[in-house]
């Protein structure tokens, strides 16, 4: 599993073995909050379910976008575009979804004349994506339960 540190600008890594079990397991216990994700690799043959509990974020719900690479996802459990989920894309935003069928990214990237090319794809409930900025800035979206 990848998480990304916000602070050292790079990717950390954690693996799980059935006798071991995560090493190291300082990443294994990173606080996922919500706005930001992790890549998994699933190794086994198998389907795997990950459940998410808790209070749906209501309100102006913002999420700091570093320059560089980084994962983040909507705050709120929505499927859609990135930019249906309330993401505006500045200039040259790169944005890589999984392509499970494919077994690849979706790449597309952002142009202020022109928008989102090629098309973004949508996002299941909970998906995370890898997002590329040139610079700093925010993802801000104001949600309640009744929308």
Do not use: C
């Not at 102006?60 to 499927?79: D, E, M, R, W």
């Amino acid at each position: 599993m990848y998480v990304w540190d916000t602070a050292g600008k790079k990717f950390n890594f954690t693996s799980y073995d059935s006798t071991f079990g995560w090493d190291p397991v300082d990443v294994a216990n990173t606080t996922l909050k919500p706005g930001g994700g992790v890549f998994a690799k699933n190794t086994s043959a198998n389907d795997v379910t990950v459940t998410f509990v808790g209070e749906v974020p209501q309100g102006t719900l913002t999420t700091a976008l570093v320059p560089g690479l980084q994962i983040v996802s909507s705050q709120v459990p929505q499927a859609g575009t990135v930019a249906d989920l309330g993401y505006t894309g500045a200039q040259d935003d790169k944005v890589y979804q999984w392509n499970l069928a494919g077994q690849k990214y979706d790449f597309s990237q952002y142009d202020t004349t022109f928008g989102w090319d090629p098309a973004l794809k949508s996002l299941y409930v909970g998906d995370a994506f890898f997002l590329s900025k040139t610079a700093a800035g925010s993802w801000t979206r104001t949600f309640s339960v009744n929308q």
